[in-house]
């Protein structure tokens, strides 16, 4: 350890809790470079037994799974699961960033929730085995059980390189596995490792070549080169197909020409493409309700099920087909390499809103639903580029708010012919209110850039990954994955925000019988808040449709119907009328902007506190918009009623 | 301090990669060697880990579109850099003799 000078290494060597060996699970973590199959590994090795969440306090994601030991060698006694730990890609343990810090967290034992680890699996890709076998410096000199895994060994084949497995093992002083994590060859030899190491049959050897300075780059680089020559590695060819295809996507002309086709291919399926299969979930949860209705005698708790749940509930699920569609789209871009491409083609134009190529798609995806979006802005590795992303999604007009838009522009716009026939003006307002989320977004982007996230001083630096084949059972997991993170939510914050809200709007009880909603708990909060909510142009029944909101933007429309005694739907005549006669243009054109600006949704929220490990950012965000969103509708209604217009 | 000269994608005559100082000048398919990183500490070892190391051969190739940011071959991967990171790279003058191929080591 001569040559280990107070780096991570040292740091590292601490026992680990002395828990009895068996009562402890046995914990492996995955290590490796970006790009080195390393989620594909964890994947095979952990199939569905796995969950996805944050490291504590930080933004990092954290993945952990089990898999189930089978081999030969394991008795009954032995036969247990190895918890697999899933770290971020990382190029060394130099603690610069997040991740390296998590790594580095980690691999001390020292990160809340996380036993340290009992071995170790280094993921590197032996079609570029120089570069990433400086990776194993730093891991190798932590001196834990160490499987060297050289992935990609199909392409290594394919594109004519060679290395000397056994030869590398004696180098480094630790197992090399050639495998292919996207095909699954060699896996048992990952398999066979783990059961090795956890029966506490593998030995140690120490490495026969000497580890170097790790702070020194060039110096670790040289190791790594004369590590790969003892092994008598051969790099392969260039691959031939990536820079085929990259000659059509990166084309000057052809390249912005595909590029806006698949974007414009993600917008449509996301929206139009998703519509029936919405639908259909829709009338499903509402034949359910109902069904479950008519079972139940009628009641405060056929009520609080089938009004509050089915309907508050429902008018969330349903966007399941649209998230799943939206990140079957990601999932087939990133996997393919072709999200790379994009980033680097968007790159420019979002430079100049302080943004970057990478959160392109992530805003792209916010049209549909801020919640997908955010979720995506993972394959943003920037920190400060991610966050911005992330506070600026909730502005693009989601689907969420169209029922109310609709609602609103069908009561007080006169569908008078604007740009001839096909685009009158009530086409212009909903346009236009497009067009007020964006200008929001980009100058929130600019505005965070240039004041609190703005100390970045991390280069803008893409990775190109050869263009390969997506897998369905990457793809399936991704699905699975993510639908389970919204429904969870659905069932939780969702589902606990509308209890409380169906109990404000149905007591007290008078006479056995629910209240009228002006004297329910619901209505007085409505009166308390009307004072604030008076500039604007709106009264109390909107300042109920408000509050309810808050669960969920278009809320507010089932409770206006119920509040005016009218059906609660966006297409509602009824509504209509009666909204136009209680309500001033100046506060219906107010209500408007204030949807475009405020964010009211406890999805987004709960997506943000996840996404940022903590209470602070959806806190600021939700107050920001709130108040841009008062702000702005306070200017409105005053404008349009001062008359300017008329 | 660095000319902000605007790369052609090869299609103009040929200049001599001996006159393009740093990376970004570097025409696209043209082999140059990089001398050093004239960027903060953290930044030239996030760039280092990524195989812009001293000595390195690096590869203009494919850009977006306007020519920025732009792919470079580097160390047996592709990376695309912004014209402002990559106008802090600075190549060897004294090249003239080496091979114009990507080299992986």
Known sequence: MSDCHGCAGCAVAEPPPSLPKSARPYVVAIIGPPNSGKSTLFNRLTGLRQKVANFPGVTVEQRVGKARMHGKGMTQHHHRDVV????????????????????????????PGIPKPDALLLILDCTNLGRHLVLAAPILSLKLPTLVILNMADDLKSRGGHVNTAELA????SPVALISASKGQGI???????????????????????????????????????????????APAPPIWTRRLDAVFLHPIAGPLIFLVVVAGVFQTIFAGAKPLMDGLQALIEHGSQWLGNLLPAGVFRSLLVDGIGHGVGSVVVFLPQILLLFLFIGILEDSGYLARAALIADRTMAKFGLQGKSFIPLISAYACAVPAIMATRTIENKRDRLATILIAPFMTCSARLPVYTLIIAAFIADRPLLGHFFGMQAGALLGLYVLGFVAAIATARLLKSSILKSERAPFVLEMPPYRWPTLRSLGLRLVDRSKVFLRRAGTVILAVIIVLWVLENLPVKNG???????????????AVEPVIKPLGFNWKIGIGLVSSIAAREVIVGTLGTIYGKEGTSESVGLRQALRSDLSPGGAVALLVFFAFAMQCMSTLAVVRRETGGWKWPAAQFAYMTLLA????????????????? | MVLQMSVNNGHGPAPNYATARTLAQLPEGEAGVLDRLELPDDIARRLMELGFLPGHIIVPARSAPGGNPRVYRVDGSEVALRRETASRLILRLSNRSKPAEASLL
């Open chain 1, 84 to 111: 697999l730990v899933d770290l971020p890609g990382v190029y060394s343990l130099n603690p610069r960033s997040e991740d390296e810090q998590v790594t580095r967290d980690v691999l001390a034992g020292t990160m």
């Open chain 1, 170 to 173: 004696s180098e480094l002083g």
């Open chain 1, 188 to 234: 048992e030899k990952v398999f066979q490792f783990m059961e090795g190491t956890s029966a506490g049959t593998a030995a140690l050897a120490p490495p026969r070549v000497e580890l170097p300075v790790l702070q020194d780059i060039p110096r670790c680089r040289q190791w790594a080169h004369e590590v790969g020559t003892g092994a008598a590695y051969h």
């Open chain 1, 513 to 527: 019988q629910p209240p009228e909603i002006a004297d329910s708990f619901a209505g007085m909060i409505g009166h």
């Open chain 1, 630 to 646: 008062y702000l702005c509708a306070l200017i409105t209604n005053q404008v349009v009623r001062s008359g300017i217009f008329s």
